[in-house]
């Protein structure tokens, strides 16, 4: 099947590891022209390298910490300077939890992660608006999560935040439907990714449990019976951010393994 990802531009915010990177990689082997943006440079480097060993030809990079006050007005510079306006596709996978008891958490983490979680996709899009506007058949795909369906115990805070996110994708897919821009989000359950393997590390070392059996512990309420890969994330990200998916907005799909039992 053919993506049709020859010559579209697509930015991916959070590219540099983890389900970001395995998005990129994919949307540049189907030939898309893509940008992946982190916060560190020798991360860009390292992925752009992994991605020009796949694609036969290295992503744009670009530097920026998306929770910085400044972030939506570095980014539209950019996107200006180097493609001259329009792009066709967004990607945000910026994101994540804290593990704690509510009662241990501050007004600090609530806010932390918030700016974490949903200020940094609200910059995203808000500042990649105009370019998105002149792109052709443009997509937004933000990443989720299935705890946002399913509430996981002691993620409080992403559980409430990935839960918002939900919100702003089924709105914006309606505000910006006359502009030809899709907006969807795909909700990961657990995903071996970096943030999962710095997660089983820390909890190896408090617990004095191996990584192996932490991981098995975590996918024994998965009906699948094991951890996601980025790859498997990614494809769903790959193809909503595709111009195949003309007919699908504002939705939000779980790549879950089954973890999130709800109905709808
Ligand atoms: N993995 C899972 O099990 C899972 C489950 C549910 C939902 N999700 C969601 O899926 C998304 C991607 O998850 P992942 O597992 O791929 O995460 P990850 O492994 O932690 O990768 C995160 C990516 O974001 C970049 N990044 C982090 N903070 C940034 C910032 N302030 N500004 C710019 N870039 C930043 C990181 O690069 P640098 O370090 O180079 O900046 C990296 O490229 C997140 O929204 C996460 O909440 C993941």
Same mark, same amino acid.
């Given at each position: 099947?053919?993506?049709?990802?020859?010559? *579209?531009?697509?930015?991916?915010?959070?590219?540099?590891?983890?389900?970001?990177?395995?998005?990129?990689?994919?949307?540049?082997?189907? !030939?898309?022209?893509?940008?992946?943006?982190?916060?560190?440079? !020798?991360? /860009?480097?390292?992925? =752009?390298?992994? @991605?020009? %060993?796949?694609?036969?030809?290295?992503?744009? +990079?670009?530097? $920026?910490?998306?929770?910085?006050?400044?972030?939506?007005?570095?980014?539209? +510079?950019?996107?200006?300077?180097?493609?001259? !306006?329009?792009?066709? #596709?967004?990607?945000?996978?910026?994101?994540?939890?804290? *593990?704690?008891?509510? =009662?241990?958490?501050?007004?600090?983490?609530?806010? !932390?992660?918030?700016?974490?979680?949903?200020?940094?996709?609200?910059? %995203?899009?808000?500042?990649? /608006?105009?370019?998105?506007? #002149?792109?052709?058949?443009?997509?937004?795909?933000?990443?989720?999560? &299935?705890?946002?369906?399913?509430?996981?115990?002691?993620?409080?805070?992403?559980?409430?935040?990935? #839960?918002?996110?939900?919100?702003?994708?089924?709105? /914006?897919?309606?505000?910006? &439907?006359?502009?030809?821009?899709? $907006?969807?989000?795909?909700?990961?359950?657990?995903?071996?990714?970096?943030?999962?393997?710095? *997660?089983?590390?820390?909890?190896?070392?408090?617990?004095?449990?191996?990584?192996?059996?932490?991981?098995?512990?975590?996918?024994?309420? @998965?009906?699948?019976?094991?951890?996601?890969?980025?790859?498997?994330?990614?494809?769903?990200?790959?193809?909503?951010?595709?111009? $195949?998916?003309?007919? @699908?907005?504002?939705?939000?799909?779980?790549?879950?393994?089954?973890?999130?039992?709800? /109905?709808?």
């Amino acid at each position: 099947m053919d993506l049709e990802f020859k010559g *579209r531009r697509v930015l991916v915010v959070g590219g540099s590891y983890g389900i970001g990177l395995a998005s990129a990689r994919q949307m540049s082997v189907e !030939g898309a022209d893509v940008a992946i943006v982190s916060r560190s440079a !020798g991360n /860009l480097q390292t992925a =752009a390298d992994e @991605i020009a %060993t796949a694609a036969g030809r290295a992503p744009r +990079q670009f530097v $920026c910490d998306v929770t910085a006050a400044d972030a939506g007005a570095q980014l539209a +510079q950019w996107v200006s300077a180097e493609w001259g !306006g329009a792009i066709d #596709a967004v990607v945000t996978a910026v994101g994540g939890s804290i *593990r704690s008891a509510f =009662a241990d958490l501050t007004d600090e983490d609530w806010i !932390g992660n918030y700016t974490f979680n949903v200020l940094s996709t609200v910059r %995203t899009i808000r500042a990649l /608006l105009p370019h998105l506007s #002149a792109g052709q058949a443009a997509s937004i795909v933000m990443l989720g999560a &299935a705890a946002s369906k399913m509430p996981y115990q002691h993620q409080i805070v992403s559980n409430v935040h990935k #839960a918002g996110l939900l919100g702003l994708n089924k709105t /914006l897919a309606a505000e910006f &439907a006359d502009k030809g821009i899709r $907006c969807n989000l795909v909700a990961p359950g657990r995903t071996l990714t970096p943030l999962w393997i710095n *997660r089983a590390t820390k909890m190896s070392q408090e617990e004095g449990r191996s990584v192996e059996d932490i991981l098995a512990d975590f996918s024994k309420d @998965i009906p699948l019976a094991r951890f996601g890969t980025a790859d498997e994330i990614a494809r769903m990200v790959v193809w909503l951010s595709s111009p $195949c998916a003309s007919y @699908i907005t504002g939705q939000a799909i779980n790549v879950d393994g089954g973890i999130a039992r709800g /109905l709808l």
